[in-house]
């Protein structure tokens, strides 16, 4: 692959969750394919999960990564083209992009959306203006509307899940399921959630929500869309807890309806599924303590395999660039 | 030991000193036992010697360190049981733990206490809660009542001043005095430095400091308590000054006692003792110049010596884990 | 050389010029010398540039680089000789400088001036504090009065341009020209460029602005200066263009002049010129988006260019050591 900022960057999720589970018995396989390489991680919003599980892959395969926090330790970016820059930004992205690209090999980036103007959040103008001036390839950190490795880790964990436990049905039934929140969240982790089941293809796969949740159809379209939450959990072999914001309504919170946040009763319908979460996670608010201490979840173990998507992303690049040369 | 984060972790202090010592005088011994390995430094509070020394430490054991400034990278942990985090925790411990534990083989954390509420403050939640649920050793990199790291760093400055100058009576006097601050301090360093001295067991050991700013016994128990500072001070072979604020009147700032700052005419009185203090240091606050650039100050090889200390810390655990495998 | 903190401190600049276009086409060519050495970036104020190159050059050079911003992780130091610290600042340069000595083989520092008081700014105590106490070579990541780092790398840039299409005449016209800015900036980079050109003695050296933004002679003794900016571009080769602030009327905005942007209208009067800017740049309030865009742009190469000066010092220094044992 070029770059990484969705599930269509990928020719084949199978084999990149195959590779990712390679890695996970044997970290050190590749430790020799990133020598003398460099990736930047740079960060406009705050990450743990990705920052982390991204320096550890990288290291695992023997490239350095150098993080840089762009809204601690740098300036507000301008985007917009043609501005007179008498505001409040310090460097615009035509400048700052290709300078990064000189000092990286791959450059990895991470920001959020404003939940203002979804028109601006959907143009993934940050991811895109990287990608067109930075020279490098790009891993998108989670943007604006997705968040690739995020959703890669969860169809490596349902995998993983699957070769430990094997299911008497054909396909898998995977629920996405909307969760209460005190605050508005963006639609990045379900739209990314929803685009790579999709384009594995390996699941059944029902989203759920309040009604005016709907996701944008270009991610969900493929999915069976339930307004019933317990309709959508029967039989459900792994459920994806989330919380996020109105796509329509843009950024709003239409609801808070708790009843919403699953329990042990309303899992009782479901195949003992297995229950899962990007994390972090607010307890008893998304999710009870009950279900996540319990012996079906699969959070830690989600959050874990973030270091192996990571390091599969990285080592695919690697190896495209090595063939390129 | 598996894990660190008090002198209790500790089997025989003399042979981490020892240990120690030898590293200063060889910094690459042991530069393969950390292959491969990596130690997360997760700050919740801001450090310099303590963050950069165990930098160092990793590094010449050959580990890879990674620094996550939690309370600037990340975002508020939560750690009550059964809450509902409806506030503005965004995570709980008992999520991050685990995960963490997942991304290296050595978590090393460092918080500071409220110095509101002393039941939560020496309940040590922080670090109890890491040890309960990361599953990988905890190395404290300073905590709400402790800072092993200082205490053994003080404790290898002191041995090494004796080898080099060796003192005619059996044990040499070691004198903790309290000095004026301008705001309320952690007793930490206090605490820590009375548990190893104890521990240790090497010396004659006085702790001095005006009514009201008793330390808790737990630390000072087998020290002689002195209110009289001038009393305290004769003959001693050691003094090492520190501010902290009052244990029973918790946290408060009971006096601002300027007569309690050492100068020349005080220490006439010790055994042309030698100078200590952990730094951070407000000149002619808590010590004065004269003192501190005189020829009796360790202060500078004391910090010095944070790196030896963290580096035989970080080799006990890691041939501890190569015992487990 | 022992320390790097302006041009002073260098021989030859040909020859550390010589180095870094030696290391652009083989940046591994010295992979070994750093092999078990430290360098500290501490950082009093925010850097990308600076610190990413600084970062890599480091690591083409086998040394270990760690970054500590000391306004963020750290806190307020004191300066001031014997002061009574009852106030804001934290610590003493005299006993944080000489600890970090210890941790680290080289210290590079990066602070900017207050622009309030000119005879604090122009003593540069910060750096002559690290020098004096430090004990290790001190590398300057810009200081209140100039930016060694980035002037190598500007006299690096045009003689590889000279390198890549000679001039026919003996000596290449360069000319540094103020250009308009919304609030003011320091005077290092011009001060840096003029003092570092004029050293360099291969180039034609003219500075225009308008009147009352003289530098200080310090720097610009050597140099035309030129109040009429349409004159002095007369037949440049190269134009450099940077803001700063009156150096006479100490940090003072004197003129919003607009005027002094250039345009592709007043480059025809010099000799097809390459564009030069250290970024950040302020678009089309500093330089338009037709110049920055255009061919004649050196700004990327140049922002490239910062590893290969960084390296070249930094090799510089460890040979330097390596003599020294």
């Not at 970290?27 to 999960?49: E, M, Y």
């Not at 310090?90 to 028109?119: C, M, W």
């Not at 891993?139 to 490795?149: D, G, R």
């Not at 379900?190 to 009604?211: I, L, M, R, Y």
Request: charged share 15%.
């Amino acid at each position: 692959m070029n770059h990484f900022v969705s599930a269509n960057d990928v020719n084949s999720i199978q084999l990149l969750v195959n590779q990712a589970l390679a890695y996970k018995s044997n970290p050190f396989a590749d430790a020799q394919l990133g020598k003398g390489k460099r990736i930047g991680l740079l960060f406009l919003n705050p990450s743990l999960r990705t920052r982390l599980s991204t320096q550890v892959a990288a290291s695992n395969l023997g490239m350095e990564a150098i993080v840089f926090n762009v809204d601690k330790e740098g300036w507000a970016l301008e985007f917009e083209e043609g501005v007179i820059m008498n505001g409040n930004t310090v460097e615009h992205i035509k400048d700052a992009a290709p300078v990064l690209g000189q000092y990286f090999d791959i450059l990895a980036i991470r920001t959020f959306p404003s939940l203002k103007n979804k028109d601006v959040d959907y143009s993934e103008q940050l991811m895109h203006q990287f990608i067109k001036y930075a020279g490098v390839p790009i891993v998108s950190l989670e943007s604006a509307t997705l968040h690739p490795l995020q959703s890669l880790t969860d169809i490596i964990t349902i995998q993983e899940s699957l070769l430990a436990n094997p299911i008497q049905h054909k396909k898998p039934k995977v629920v996405l399921t909307w969760a209460p929140h005190i605050k508005p969240l963006p639609q990045c982790v379900a739209n990314s959630f929803a685009q790579w089941v999709n384009a594995w293809g390996e699941a059944d796969f029902v989203v759920t929500h309040p009604k005016g949740y709907e996701l944008s159809e270009t991610y969900t379209k493929g999915a069976t869309i339930q307004y019933d939450q317990a309709a959508a959990l029967e039989n459900a072999d792994f459920v994806y807890v989330k919380n996020w914001s109105s796509f329509h309504a843009y950024g709003q919170m239409l609801s808070h309806d708790e009843a919403w946040m699953l329990t042990q009763q309303t899992m009782m319908q479901t195949n003992q599924a297995k229950l899962m979460h990007c994390l972090p996670v607010r307890r008893n608010v998304e999710l009870s303590d009950e279900l996540l201490d319990g012996s079906n979840s699969l959070v830690t173990r989600q959050a874990g395999n973030r270091v192996w998507a990571a390091q599969a992303v990285l080592a695919n690049i690697l190896h495209q660039q090595k063939q390129l040369i």
